[in-house]
């Protein structure tokens, strides 16, 4: 997905977060907002989102020395959702379509964006994922896909949302490669917060190689390319892995909530939709 004009407002709101969620003092914040304004003038508008959002966090932490502002934040999440966890692996087997309901589950999970803000309360939101109609449902041809597939690559987005992407990679009873980000950025799934909910009891956990909200290619490492280059089938979770890969050739299902009207208008569906998008349809 391209950069929009409205993205770089978003941007300044993610630093100034960023900025707080690091406990920086005031007079630190203006310094720090003041570089990445440059940065945002400086930038490619043909470069994505996510990757004006890596530079941006680059920055920040070369101004701060703070690895991961939203360490505590990451931890929370994962904790309350692993609270719901017996509770909804309950749901999935009293369903009377397991697949769908545990595809619902993820998407649910994708509502943990501190990207986008802080304020959702995952369980009212999962009741509502679980009965809203699906803006765009390609989940019988996922379903046809995964069934036809050696294993799966499954690109995770955030920390928490691992809990849930947990219930549907059971569901799925596939090899499934999990990728996560090399080191913290927002509160993207890094290898510690996958093991926290569990995800290496049933899938391959990896890297990205690479520091950047979604999944930008340039930025990964020779060897995910060569695993992404092979895979059978892609599960992308989230906005910013629709932002860096909706350009690929690629055989890849978005699941996702749109919570930002930029976004929104590019995949052609109302902010608040859940989307089962192939990228091949």
């Given at each position: 997905m391209k950069l929009y004009l409205d993205c770089y407002p978003c941007v300044l709101r993610q630093t100034l977060q960023a900025c707080r969620s690091a406990g920086l003092p005031g007079k630190k914040q203006i310094s720090i907002m003041a570089e990445v304004m440059n940065l945002l003038q400086e930038a490619d508008p043909s470069s994505n989102p996510p990757e004006i959002a890596a530079q941006m966090h680059t920055l920040i932490r070369d101004l701060t020395k703070c690895?991961?502002?939203?360490?505590?934040?990451?931890?929370?999440s994962t904790k309350n959702a692993?609270?719901?966890?017996?509770?909804?692996k309950r749901e999935i087997s009293t369903a009377m379509n397991p697949f769908d309901t545990a595809v619902r589950l993820s998407i649910a999970g994708n509502i943990i964006d501190f990207g986008i803000g802080k304020d959702f309360d995952l369980r009212p939101v999962i009741q509502r994922v679980l009965t809203q109609p699906y803006a765009i449902d390609h989940t019988l041809e996922l379903k046809d896909e995964i069934s036809n597939a050696k294993s799966v690559l499954f690109l995770a987005d955030n920390a928490g949302e691992t809990v849930l992407d947990r219930l549907l990679i059971e569901t799925i009873d596939k090899h499934v490669i999990y990728v996560v980000k090399d080191a913290?950025?927002?509160?993207?799934?890094t290898a510690e917060d996958a093991v926290a909910a569990g995800i290496d009891q049933v899938a391959e956990v990896i890297s990205c190689g690479a520091r950047s909200p979604g999944t930008v290619l340039s930025r990964c490492s020779e060897e995910f390319i060569k695993i992404?280059?092979?895979a059978d089938i892609i599960i992308a979770k989230g906005q910013g892995n629709y932002e860096a890969l909706s350009?690929?050739?690629r055989s890849i299902f978005f699941l996702l909530q749109t919570k930002c009207d930029v976004l929104a208008r590019d995949v052609g569906v109302p902010v608040g939709s859940i989307v089962a998008k192939w990228s091949l349809l």
């Open positions: 690895e991961d502002p939203y360490l505590e934040l990451k931890q929370a692993l609270l719901l966890y017996s509770e909804l913290p950025i927002l509160n993207d799934a992404y280059e092979q350009g690929e050739k």
